[in-house]
């Protein structure tokens, strides 16, 4: 089941998603019931599951989408695929101890159709494609042989950063955090619908280049082991959201790679899960 969130005059509203006569519709479900709420609550998601998307419910393409859902905690991890390595790092080193992690702030969090704003004191801003988890049950100190069935789906996450503002300290978060640097959707897929976490083909896709291109099965740490690392620290909620981190840019995409500017357009399309194309405007643009 393809979950998403649609703005509407009265409030958000959870739809269900489905192609009738090659078209991408959606059935709109119970004003009271949230994407969060049918990933974690068997009643919400026994309503769901008796929506029948028709010919008369409205196109995907004619709606305002807002994330599927607003985490509370947005979970990222860096340098998690065999090949993405820091600065300096021998790419054929051996693989870490344990995951990279660190946080972006709920002010990163845009819809998926949002454009998303090139600050005027940022000047190196670059994008990352990542295969996003969301929580379906509540996770504390969940066994990894257990781990999958606290997972509600997944969507696809672009983690907008700037490096300039991540080199200037040791921490990454304000080269992360700028506000709308983590456009999320088009929707959740629903766990038993997707495909196997580990086997999907994540790519990026730059001015109608393919920039990266490098399968789930390359990564260091698995959906599993994460939801169970993370645990171990923190109690995870239905509703948050773990991003796997970004493959490697191909070379010719690295040689040639420069800042994103207004005007600029990137897709991150990850087989099975969905597809996910973001534009960047000036702030003169934002406010107009």
Known sequence: MRLVTVRTAAGPRAGVVDEVDGTPRVALLDAGDRVVDILADPAARARADTARVTAGDPALADLDLDAPVRPGKLLCLGYNYRGHVPDGVDPTADDPASPDVFVKTPNTVGGPGDPVVVPAVADDVDYEGELAVVIGRRAHAVPLADALDHVGGYTVLNDVSDRS????????????????????????????????????????????????????????????????????????????????????????????????????????????????????????????
């Not at 040639?256 to 405007?281: C, Y």
């Open 165 to 288: 503002w991540q080199r200037k300290q040791s921490q990454w978060a304000l080269g992360k955090c700028f506000d709308g640097f983590a456009p999320l959707g088009p929707w959740v897929i629903t766990a038993d619908a997707a495909p196997d976490p580990q086997d999907v083909l994540v790519e990026v896709v730059r001015d109608g280049v393919v920039t990266a291109s490098q399968s789930t099965a390359t990564t260091i740490f698995s959906v599993a082991f994460v939801v169970h690392h993370l645990s171990q620290v923190m109690t995870l909620e239905p509703g948050d959201v773990i991003s796997t981190g970004t493959p490697q840019k191909l070379p010719a995409a690295q040689d040639a790679h420069r800042p994103l500017a207004p005007g600029d357009a990137v897709t991150v399309r990850i087989s099975g899960i969905g597809e996910l194309t973001t534009t960047f405007i000036a702030p003169q643009e934002a406010s107009a």
